[in-house]
C-alpha cells in the first residue's frame, strides 16, 4: 500500500470536521469513525484470519453497557472505564472462542451469531443491571483530565469535533495494531490458517493460540467501541447491538473490501455516505435503493471497493 | 456504462427531489415556521409514523391554504419538514441531528420510546422544542431532567394515564380483580403493567402470577401463556401490545375458549384490529384514548371534543379517509403550536413553550387539556369495548378522577 | 383453583409447541436445502414468507380467489420469485464463496421489505380462515380447524419433499450436490439448474407458509426478518443442509420455547432456545443431525 494514500486518507480524516460543519455530518463523522474501530477489528477476523463473526456488535454492546454503568453506578472516571470496556468484551471472547475455535468450518459464524442474539437477550431480561428495555439514559460525558488538575468534560451535543478526534485517536490505534500484526509472525501465521489450516498446522504453527489471540485482541476493540459510543449518545438501548448490527458491519466489511489495508475505512466511509444519501431522497424509497446499491456493488466489486482497487494495480491481498 | 447510466438516474432524482423541497417562498410580512418531524418513516412502525405525519401535512396543508394565521399582527405560516428515525436509537440521533442542522424551529416526535429518549438530550442541547408522542415515563420524569429538556412536552397519555381507568373499570364495574397479565418486553409493556398493576392492588386486587413477558412479538405464538392464564385461577387477563399481537392474543384467546375479562392495550381501537377481531372482540375493554364523535357511547358527554371533530371532517374532506389517532399526534402538534403562538403573540420557540407549560388548556385532538411542570399532558382516557362488534365507549375521560380517585395531576410528574 | 400441572393442561402445551414447530419448520425446510445446495443462507427467504402471505391476503379479499386457491398461489409466488432471485442475484456470485451471498441476500431482503411497505402500507393483516372458528376440543385440549389444516399440510409437503427428494430425478440430483458435490459435477449434474431447482422449491415453502399462517399470526410487511432469524437459527442447530435435522430441529425449538414459557416465564423462552442450540453446538458442532465437512 502506497503511503501516498495512507496519508491522502489521513490527511482526510483530520480535516473532515472543519469541511463538514453542520451537526448532522460531524454526527455521520462520529459513527463513521467508530464504525472504522469495529469493522477494522471485524477485519482482523474476516479478512486476515478467514473466522467470519456474525456477532460482532455483541461485543460492541457489552462494551458499551460495562463503560456507561461503571461510570453511572461506581463512579469510575471515563479514562478507567475505556480500558474496562475492551477488558470486559475480551473476557466475554475468551469465553466464546475458546470453544469454538477449535473446530472447523462454518462452527464459528454460527456460535458467533447466535451469541450475538444471546446478548441481546440477556441485555433486554437482565433488568436490575441494565434497565433493559427501558434503555439507559444520561450516560455522562466523557471526562478527561487536563493540565493544572483541571478536567474537560467532552459534551458531545455542543461540540462533537473534539470527541471526533479522541474516537480518530483510537482508531488509528486499532489500524495501526491490524497492520503490525499483519506484518507479523502471528499475521503471516494467520494468513496460513486461513489459506489452509492443515498445512498450517503441520508446519508446526499452533493456529488454536493464534486464532484465540487475534479474536480476543478484537472484541477487546469492540469494546472500546462500545465505550466511546456509549459516552457519546449518553443513551443505550438493548437493540442498538442486535444481530442486525453485527450483520451492518459485516456488511461494511465487505463492501470495503475484506483483508485490504485501507477496506475498514471505505467500507464504513461509503456505507454511511451512500445511505445518508440516499435516506435524503425518501425514506422508504431510499431503503429499497440502499439494497440495490449492496447488491451491485457486490455483484461488480466482489473482492469490495478496495479490493478491486488493489487487484487491478497487481496487488495481491494480505 | 451500466454505472455511467445509473449515476444519471441516481442524479436526477436528487435534483428532483432538492427541487420539491425548496421552501415557498412567503410574501412580505409573512413568517414561515419550520415544524421538523423525527418519526420512524420505515422500519417496525413505519405506518404509526406516516400517519403521524400526514396528520402534520394536512394540518399545514389547511392553515397555509387559508391563508396562514395572525400571530402579533403578522402572518404565520408552518413549513413540515421530515426525517425517518427508524424507530431505533441511533435512528433517533441521526434524524434529531439533521433536524438540528436543517435549523427548525420546533420538533415533534418521536412515537418510539427508544428513539425518543435518544432525541432528547440532543434537542435540549440545541434548545429546539420537543413535541414528544412516546410513552416512555422517563420522557417526563428522569431522562428528561438529566437532559435537561425543560422545553420537551409529552402530548399524549403515558402508562399511568392510560392503565390507571381501565383497572379501576375492572375493579368497580366488572368486579374483576384477579389479574394475570402478559405483555411485549419493552418499555411500552413494562410499563404498562406496572401501572395497571398499582392501580389494581390499590383498589384491593392482584396479579394471580407473575408477569409474563414475550421478546420477539412478530413470531410469539400466545397459546402457551394464554393455556397458563387457563388454569392460573385469574378471573381476568391484562394483554399489552401491538396491533399484530393484539389481534393474535385476542383470536388465541377465543380458540381456546379462556373463560376470563379481557383487557387489552389502546391499540384495541386501532382500525386495522377491529377489521381482523371484529365480533370476536365482545366484551374485551381497552382505554379509549381517541374519540371523533362517531362511536356510540353509554355516557352523556360533558365537554364536546371539537379539535377532533375538525381533524375528521377534514381528513374525510381532503383525503377521502378516516382519521385515526395516529393522525392525531401531527395535527395535534401543529394545532398546540399555533393556539401557544397566537396566545402569547409571538414565534420564539422559547416563549411559546413557556405558554404551553403555563397550564392553560389548549383543544386537541385528544380532548382539551394543559401541560403540567414536568411536561406530561394533564390529559385522561377512557374506557371503551366492543359491542356488536363495534367499538363502544363505556365511561369518559372524567371516570379515573371520579371518586375512589386513582389518578391524580400529581401521579403524572414522579416527585 | 386448578393447578398448573395436570394432563390436560400438558397436553395443550405439546399441542401448541407443535404448532409452533410447524411453523418454524416450512421455512428451515428451504433454507436448509439452499443451504446444502448451494451454501447459500437466504435470508431473503423471509420476504418471500411475508409476501405469501400478502398473495393470499389479495388474493382472497380482492382477487375472489378461494383461500386454497391463494396458498398454491403464495407458493407458486415465492418459487417464481426465489429462483429469480437465485439466477440474477446468487449464482452468479457463487464462485465468490458464501460470504457474499449474504450480503446480497440482505440487499434483496431490505428491498423486498421496503418495496411491500411502499405498495401493501404498514397495516397488520390477517386472512379470514376458510374454517372460520371451527375447532376440536378433546377434554379441554384445542386445536382449532386451522391449526390441522396447517398441520396436515406442512406433513404432506414435508413427505412429498422427502418423496421427491428420494425418487425423482431432479430430486436425486439434488441430494447429490448436497453429498458430493465432486461427484455429482463428474457425473455431469448441471449446478445451475439444479440450485435453480432447490431455490424454488424453498421459495414455495417460504411463500406457502406465509399463507399457511396468514389466518393465525397478523403480518406486516417486517414479519419476514423475524421469522427468518429464529428458521436460521433452528437450521443451524438442525444442522446446516440437513432436512430431517431441520424439522427436528424445529421441533426441539419449539418445544424448549413452549415449555420454558409454560413452566418458568415468557421471558426466558428465548433465552433458554437460543442458550440450548449453543450448548448443542458445543457438544455437536456439526448441529443435530448434520455432518461434518470432510
Same mark, same amino acid.
Given at each position: 500500500m502506497p503511503g501516498a494514500w495512507v496519508g491522502l486518507a489521513l490527511l482526510g480524516a483530520l480535516v473532515a470536521p472543519v469541511l463538514l460543519r453542520s451537526p448532522s455530518h460531524q454526527n455521520l463523522l462520529v459513527l463513521t469513525a467508530i464504525n472504522v474501530i469495529l469493522v477494522a477489528s471485524l477485519d482482523m477476523l474476516i479478512g486476515l484470519s478467514g473466522l467470519v463473526s456474525l456477532g460482532h456488535a455483541a461485543f460492541w454492546g457489552i462494551g458499551a453497557y460495562t463503560s456507561a454503568l461503571l461510570v453511572m453506578r461506581a463512579g469510575v472516571p471515563f479514562l478507567v472505564a475505556l480500558p474496562a470496556a475492551g477488558l470486559a468484551a475480551a473476557a466475554a471472547g475468551l469465553v466464546i472462542g475458546y470453544p469454538s475455535l477449535r473446530l472447523r468450518g462454518h462452527y464459528f459464524v454460527l456460535v458467533t451469531f447466535i451469541f450475538g442474539i444471546i446478548v441481546t437477550l440477556l441485555l433486554t431480561s437482565w433488568v436490575e443491571l441494565t434497565r433493559g428495555p427501558m434503555g439507559l439514559p444520561g450516560i455522562p460525558f466523557a471526562t478527561l483530565p487536563w493540565v493544572g488538575g483541571t478536567e474537560v468534560v467532552l459534551n458531545t451535543f455542543q461540540d462533537k469535533v473534539r470527541y471526533y478526534y479522541l474516537v480518530l485517536v483510537v482508531a488509528l490505534l486499532t489500524l495501526w495494531v491490524r497492520s503490525r500484526i499483519m506484518g507479523s509472525r502471528m499475521g503471516r501465521a494467520l494468513v496460513a490458517v486461513r489459506e489452509d489450516e492443515d498445512l498450517g498446522q503441520t508446519l508446526g504453527v499452533d493456529t488454536h493460540r493464534y486464532k484465540m489471540g487475534v479474536f480476543v485482541l478484537s472484541t477487546a476493540q469492540a469494546g472500546l467501541a462500545g465505550s466511546l459510543y456509549a459516552h457519546y449518545s449518553t443513551f443505550l438501548a438493548p437493540e442498538t447491538f442486535d444481530y442486525v448490527a453485527s450483520f451492518d458491519l459485516f456488511v461494511m466489511n465487505l463492501v470495503g473490501g475484506a483483508g485490504t489495508p485501507?477496506? %475498514?475505512?471505505?467500507? %464504513?466511509?461509503?456505507?454511511?455516505?451512500?445511505?445518508?444519501? *440516499?435516506?435524503?431522497?425518501? %425514506?422508504?424509497?431510499?431503503?429499497?435503493?440502499?439494497?440495490?446499491?449492496?447488491? *451491485?456493488?457486490?455483484?461488480?466489486?466482489p473482492r469490495g471497493v478496495v479490493g478491486v482497487w488493489d487487484h487491478l494495480r497487481g496487488r495481491r491481498r494480505w | 456504462m451500466r454505472w455511467r447510466s445509473l449515476a444519471w438516474v441516481v442524479c436526477g432524482v436528487a435534483v428532483a427531489v432538492a427541487g420539491l423541497r425548496l421552501p415557498a417562498a412567503g410574501g412580505p410580512g409573512v413568517e414561515t415556521v419550520t415544524v421538523g418531524f423525527a418519526l420512524p418513516l420505515t422500519g417496525a412502525a413505519a405506518r404509526e409514523g406516516q400517519e403521524s405525519l400526514e396528520g402534520a401535512q394536512l394540518a399545514v396543508r389547511l392553515l397555509n391554504e387559508a391563508g396562514g394565521f395572525r400571530v402579533g399582527g403578522r402572518t404565520v405560516r408552518f413549513e413540515v419538514v421530515s426525517e425517518d428515525d427508524r424507530c431505533t436509537p441511533a435512528g433517533g440521533t441521526e434524524a434529531a441531528n439533521r433536524l438540528v442542522a436543517r435549523r427548525v424551529a420546533f420538533v415533534g416526535g418521536s412515537f418510539c420510546s427508544s428513539a425518543a429518549l435518544a432525541q432528547q438530550p440532543i434537542f435540549a442541547q440545541a434548545r429546539i422544542p420537543q413535541v414528544i408522542y412516546a410513552y416512555a415515563t422517563d420522557l417526563t420524569g428522569v431522562a428528561r431532567q438529566r437532559a435537561g429538556a425543560d422545553l420537551s412536552v409529552r402530548i399524549g397519555p403515558q402508562a399511568a394515564v392510560e392503565m390507571a381507568p381501565l383497572a379501576k373499570y375492572a375493579v368497580t364495574v366488572n368486579n374483576h380483580r384477579r389479574f394475570f397479565a402478559m405483555a411485549q418486553n419493552t418499555d411500552f409493556g413494562r410499563s404498562m403493567v406496572g401501572e395497571f398493576r398499582r392501580v389494581l392492588e390499590r383498589l384491593g386486587g392482584r396479579f394471580v402470577a407473575e408477569p409474563e413477558f414475550y421478546t420477539f412479538p412478530g413470531t410469539t405464538d400466545f397459546r402457551t401463556i394464554l393455556t397458563k392464564a387457563r388454569g392460573s385461577g385469574a378471573d381476568a387477563l391484562l394483554a399489552i401490545g401491538l396491533v399484530g399481537e393484539m389481534i393474535g392474543v385476542s383470536l388465541q384467546f377465543r380458540e381456546l375458549g379462556l373463560g376470563l375479562g379481557f383487557y387489552g392495550s389502546d391499540l384495541l381501537e386501532d382500525p386495522a384490529y377491529q377489521d381482523a377481531v371484529g365480533e370476536r372482540a365482545n366484551g374485551f375493554f381497552y382505554p379509549w384514548v381517541y374519540d371523533d364523535g362517531v362511536d356510540p357511547r353509554r355516557f352523556t358527554r360533558t365537554e364536546p371534543e371539537r379539535m377532533a371533530r375538525e381533524m375528521s371532517l377534514a381528513f374525510l374532506n381532503n383525503l377521502k379517509k378516516r382519521a385515526t389517532r395516529n393522525h392525531a399526534w401531527g395535527w395535534g402538534t401543529i394545532h398546540l403550536l399555533k393556539q401557544a403562538m397566537e396566545r402569547e403573540g409571538t414565534t420564539d420557540p422559547e416563549r411559546v413553550m413557556r405558554r404551553v407549560l403555563s397550564g392553560e388548556r389548549f383543544d386537541l385532538p385528544l380532548g382539551r387539556y394543559g401541560f403540567l411542570p414536568c411536561g406530561q399532558a394533564d390529559m385522561r382516557v377512557g374506557v371503551g369495548s366492543y359491542v356488536d362488534g363495534r367499538r363502544t365507549l363505556m365511561v369518559d375521560r372524567d371516570f379515573a378522577g371520579r371518586p375512589p380517585v386513582v389518578l391524580t395531576s400529581a401521579d403524572l410528574c414522579p416527585r | 383453583m386448578r393447578r398448573a400441572v395436570d394432563v390436560v393442561t400438558i397436553l395443550q402445551f405439546g399441542v401448541n409447541g407443535l404448532f409452533v414447530a410447524t411453523g418454524y419448520a416450512l421455512v428451515a425446510l428451504g433454507l436448509t436445502l439452499i443451504f446444502g445446495v448451494l451454501h447459500v443462507a437466504d435470508f431473503a427467504q423471509g420476504a418471500l414468507y411475508m409476501l405469501g402471505a400478502y398473495v393470499s391476503f389479495y388474493a382472497t379479499q380482492a382477487g375472489g380467489v378461494g383461500y386454497f386457491a391463494a396458498v398454491a398461489l403464495a407458493m407458486a409466488t415465492g418459487a417464481v420469485l426465489a429462483a429469480l432471485n437465485?439466477?440474477?442475484?446468487? &449464482?452468479?456470485?457463487?464462485?465468490?464463496?458464501?460470504?457474499?451471498?449474504?450480503?446480497?441476500? &440482505?440487499?434483496?431482503l431490505l428491498i423486498l421489505q421496503n418495496a411491500a411497505l411502499w405498495w401493501f402500507g404498514g397495516d397488520f393483516r390477517l386472512v379470514p380462515s376458510p374454517f372460520g372458528d371451527g375447532k376440536f376440543s378433546a377434554g379441554g385440549v384445542v386445536l382449532t380447524h386451522h391449526q390441522a389444516f396447517v398441520l396436515g399440510a406442512t406433513g404432506c409437503l414435508v413427505l412429498l419433499l422427502w418423496a421427491g427428494l428420494r425418487y425423482t430425478k431432479p430430486g436425486k440430483a439434488l441430494r447429490a450436490m448436497a453429498q458430493q458435490p465432486e461427484a455429482a459435477r463428474l457425473v455431469g449434474i448441471d449446478i445451475q439448474r439444479v440450485g435453480l431447482l432447490a431455490f424454488a422449491v424453498a421459495g414455495g415453502l417460504a411463500g406457502g407458509a406465509g399463507a399457511l399462517m396468514a389466518p393465525v399470526r397478523a403480518f406486516d410487511p417486517h414479519i419476514g426478518a423475524v421469522v427468518i432469524l429464529k428458521s436460521f437459527a433452528i437450521v443451524i442447530f438442525g444442522g446446516m443442509g440437513s432436512v430431517p435435522g431441520a424439522i427436528v430441529g424445529a421441533a426441539v425449538v419449539a418445544l424448549a420455547e413452549t415449555f420454558t414459557a409454560a413452566y418458568l416465564a415468557a421471558e426466558f423462552a428465548d433465552l433458554v432456545a437460543f442458550g440450548l442450540m449453543i450448548v448443542a453446538l458445543f457438544a455437536r458442532p456439526q448441529g443435530l443431525l448434520g455432518r461434518l465437512p470432510t
Open positions: 485501507l477496506g %475498514p475505512v471505505v467500507g %464504513p466511509v461509503l456505507l454511511t455516505a451512500v445511505r445518508d444519501a *440516499l435516506r435524503s431522497t425518501h %425514506p422508504v424509497l431510499g431503503a429499497v435503493l440502499f439494497g440495490v446499491f449492496l447488491i *451491485l456493488s457486490i455483484q461488480f466489486l | - | 437465485g439466477g440474477v442475484v446468487y &449464482l452468479p456470485l457463487q464462485r465468490h464463496g458464501g460470504s457474499l451471498t449474504f450480503v446480497a441476500a &440482505l440487499g434483496v
